[in-house]
């Protein structure tokens, strides 16, 4: 069974820094692209960025303008963003995502409060 666990989230200042974690498991966790993407309130969900399975390989949404670092331990199977300079609008419900055999896979999420 596929699971992805995400954490790390909080309040933080803007201009401040946070670091989510996801880990995941029930697949082979080294071969495979993980993403990370943002769901700000009523808005649509949004690509932060991906990585390829063995973290060579990553880009960003141009939002992101340098500010945001996507890494992976694949021994501890976890995929970090590690994200600085926080502005309000970075706020959101924080996911990690796969893809399976036609078919994604989600965490729950993980809430972000950047307060002005």
């Known amino acids: 069974q596929v699971q992805l666990v995400e954490s790390g989230g909080g309040y933080v200042q803007a201009g401040g820094s946070l670091t989510l974690s996801c880990t995941g498991s029930?697949?082979?966790?080294?071969?495979?692209?993980l993403y990370w993407y943002r769901q700000g309130p009523g808005k649509e969900r949004e690509r932060v960025g991906i990585?390829?399975?063995?973290?060579?390989?990553?880009k960003y949404a141009d939002f992101v303008n340098g500010r945001f670092t996507i890494s992976r331990d694949n021994a501890k199977r976890t995929t970090y963003l590690h994200m600085t300079d926080l502005h309000p609008e970075n706020a959101g419900v924080y996911y990690c995502?796969?893809?399976?055999?036609?078919?994604?896979?989600w965490g729950q999420g993980t809430q972000v409060i950047v307060s002005s």
């Open positions: 995502h796969k893809n399976g055999l036609g078919f994604p896979y």
């Open positions: 029930g697949f082979r966790f080294s071969s495979n692209v």
């Open positions: 990585m390829n399975g063995d973290g060579s390989n990553t």
